[in-house]
């Protein structure tokens, strides 16, 4: 089956960075969209960012010139720079990709399992 394999999170004071990774792995025809999503107590999931196959990215407001989203294809590998991080960071962090695979018949989406990210003094 398809897995979304994250790493990267932790904790980190303000004003830190840190660097997400998000690997999909299994027999994969082609990936459409990667992105990171965040959701918080009390709170929706949001995007965060995405980025499509031919490198085109879209940002939430809230980390434009703070993150940033890449994709390496041969890797089949989604990444997000967060760069002066904020405590209203803190949130699980979650990969999302829309792929074709052998396991379904079209498009399907996946998801990671989510990584914590806290900001805090």
């Known amino acids: 089956q398809v897995q979304l394999v994250e790493s990267g999170g932790g904790l980190v004071q303000p004003g830190g960075s840190l660097r997400l990774s998000c690997a999909a792995s299994?027999?994969?025809?082609?990936?459409?969209?990667m992105g990171w999503y965040r959701q918080v107590p009390g709170k929706q999931r949001e995007l965060v960012a995405d980025?499509?196959?031919?490198?085109?990215?879209n940002y939430a407001d809230s980390v434009k010139g703070r993150f940033t989203i890449s994709r390496d294809n041969a890797k089949n590998t989604v990444y997000l720079q967060m760069n002066s991080l904020k405590p209203e960071d803190t949130a699980v962090y979650l990969c999302?990709?829309?792929?074709?695979?052998?396991?379904?018949?079209?498009?399907?989406?996946?998801w990671g399992q989510g990584t914590q990210v806290t900001v805090s003094s």
């Open positions: 999302n990709a829309r792929l074709r695979s052998r396991y379904n018949a079209g498009e399907y989406g996946y």
């Open positions: 299994g027999t994969i025809f082609s990936i459409n969209t």
């Open positions: 980025i499509t196959s031919g490198g085109i990215t």
